[in-house]
């Protein structure tokens, strides 16, 4: 296996070693939801009453916030953090990692402050539940690598678990609102946190994940920043020059399509429809 292109996250890594880190990232942090889960049914069973134990929940959620972006740094060991920090910030893939990181070390932040009586005021409460439902948002618009086929399917999971997150902060934000219904809503967004932490435990990154010069087509990020042009052969070069009515090739019509070679290749036909071509 080849290194990746630029473009990539980590091109100084192989595919199977980007997907290997990828793996064992989603497990920890599904291992963390579960702690969550434990920590919180013990909570509603009346558990958990002093000062410390009152921090122990939101702790963990600001702890998840803090080993992110230090797996991230430190998975290839210190003598490769500049290499590392390089990668992470050339990566729109990574700074949403980073995002996410900062939206449950502000979160758990938060609530340890408000549950230790520094932050007195109800909207405080919302801040876990805000967080999940920005965690819900950002796993719904993630920016995925590789080949259509690995795209689509870690697309999926990845809404599917950002969907559970978002439906245990609605959950979660309605407890505070009615404090009545406590039990049950308590329940449900346990149910959701559990839900969202059996996917990242389970998760595997599909066959052909960083393996192809293409990306999710619904990331905030432009599909076109990802693309190495360096690489881009001469069939697509002259693909796009066909249907360009400005730049005619010889012995062919203006931007008439129908001048366009009929054996297109995938790649090919990907870049046309990211170029509206």
């Not at 192989?14 to 990232?25: C, D, K, Y």
């Not at 963390?32 to 963990?60: F, H, K, N, T, Y």
């Not at 590789?146 to 795209?151: D, E, K, L, N, S």
């Not at 905030?220 to 990802?226: C, F």
Request: with cysteine; aromatic share 8%.
């Amino acid at each position: 296996m080849q290194p990746l292109q630029r473009g990539f996250m980590a091109p100084s890594e192989t595919a199977a070693a980007l997907r290997a880190a990828s793996n064992l990232a989603h497990w920890i942090e599904g291992a963390v939801l579960l702690a969550l889960v434990v920590v919180g049914v013990v909570e509603a069973r009346g558990g958990l009453r002093s000062r410390a134990g009152q921090c122990l929940w939101p702790g963990i959620v600001a702890l998840a916030g803090l080993f992110l972006p230090v797996f991230m740094l430190l998975r290839r060991g210190l003598s490769r953090i500049d290499t590392s920090w390089s990668e992470i910030v050339g990566d729109p893939q990574q700074i949403e990692h980073l995002w996410l990181a900062a939206i449950l070390l502000v979160a758990g932040s938060v609530e340890i402050a408000r549950r230790a009586g520094m932050l007195r005021a109800r909207s405080w409460g919302f801040a876990i539940p805000l967080g999940l439902v920005l965690l819900g948002f950002l796993l719904w618009i993630h920016i995925q690598y590789g080949t259509p086929q690995a795209v689509e399917r870690a697309t999926l999971l990845h809404r599917l678990q950002g969907s559970f997150l978002i439906l245990a902060g609605i959950a979660m934000g309605c407890e505070i609102f009615w404090p009545s219904k406590r039990r049950p809503l308590t329940f449900a967004w346990l149910l959701f946190l559990a839900a969202s932490s059996v996917l990242l435990l389970t998760y595997h990154e599909p066959p052909g994940a960083y393996e192809a010069r293409d990306t999710s087509r619904f990331s905030l990020a432009q599909p076109l920043l990802h693309v190495d042009w360096a690489v881009i052969d001469d069939e697509v070069l002259a693909v796009a020059r066909a249907l360009d009515s400005s730049v005619p090739l010889p012995g062919h019509r203006k931007g008439h399509r129908a001048d366009v070679p009929r054996s297109i290749p995938p790649e090919t036909r990907r870049l046309m429809h990211f170029l509206h071509l």
